[in-house]
């Protein structure tokens, strides 16, 4: 069945950097589109950022655009997001989810992601 | 402040129908389909209904979608107390370049 596991999260200091990956399993990760998609604590759902099964299109929200990049190997089923010069608002649960006609069709357990001196 | 608009919250009682609304606007819901998902208490969300009516396999037919112009709903029919979560819509943003969500619809089983 189809599975996501992210990691990668933990605390880091306003103005750091971290590093999120996604590891799918139970499909054929290289057919699929991929997504980020972020739940600040208490809050609802924001999307982060999209990429294209082959990596060759790429979308980010306004809110991370030029601080976050989305990639992936899908020579390892992997899914990533690196984030530098992380503020307090990008404090929150990370979901990676793999992406179907415009729907998240499923969706990882998440990792969290704290920014706080 | 959400681009897509839910109501914070929704009530009904076991066996009862409730419905749930989402507005957009012509570079969201207008154009695009709409996906709802269910949110139980401290679990990832999940698909409950995708391409504006479509429900993925496992989702019981007491949920159903509909849209129409810039809006949509969610319909639960025979309320049930696991029904209890919150619900989001989504679509794609074509101003935007992205999906947007609504803020989120908390249903309480009474």
């Known amino acids: 069945q189809v599975q996501l596991v992210e990691s990668g999260g933990g605390l880091v200091k306003p103005g750091g950097s971290l590093r999120l990956s996604c590891a799918a399993s139970?499909?054929?990760?290289?057919?699929?589109?991929m997504s980020w998609i972020r739940q600040a604590p208490g809050k609802g759902l924001e999307w982060v950022s999209y990429?294209?099964?082959?990596?060759?299109?790429?979308y980010y929200a306004d809110s991370v655009k030029g601080r976050f990049t989305i990639s992936r190997d899908n020579a390892k089923n992997s899914l990533y997001l690196q984030m530098n010069s992380l503020r307090a608002e990008d404090t929150a649960v990370y979901y990676c989810?793999?992406?179907?006609?415009?729907?998240?069709?499923?969706w990882g357990q998440g990792t969290l992601v704290t920014v706080s001196s | 402040q959400s681009v897509l608009t839910q109501p914070p919250s929704a009530s009904g009682t076991p066996g009862q129908r409730v419905t749930i609304s989402c507005s957009g606007s012509?570079?969201?819901?207008?154009?695009?389909?709409v996906n709802w998902y269910q949110q139980l208490p401290g679990t990832a969300p999940k698909l409950l209904i995708y391409?504006?009516?479509q429900r993925p396999s496992g989702v019981p037919d007491r949920f159903s979608g509909s849209k129409s112009g810039t809006s949509a709903s969610l319909a639960i029919s025979g309320l049930q107390s696991e029904d209890e979560a919150d619900f989001y819509c989504?679509?794609?943003?074509?101003?935007?370049?992205?999906?947007?969500f609504g803020g989120g619809t908390k249903l309480t089983v009474l």
């Open positions: 989504a679509a794609w943003d074509d101003s935007l370049n992205g999906w947007v």
């Open positions: 012509s570079s969201n819901i207008g154009t695009n389909t």
């Open positions: 989810a793999r992406t179907v006609t415009e729907s998240f069709h499923h």
């Open positions: 990429i294209s099964s082959s990596g060759s299109t790429i």
């Open positions: 391409s504006n009516n």
């Open positions: 139970g499909f054929t990760f290289s057919d699929y589109y």
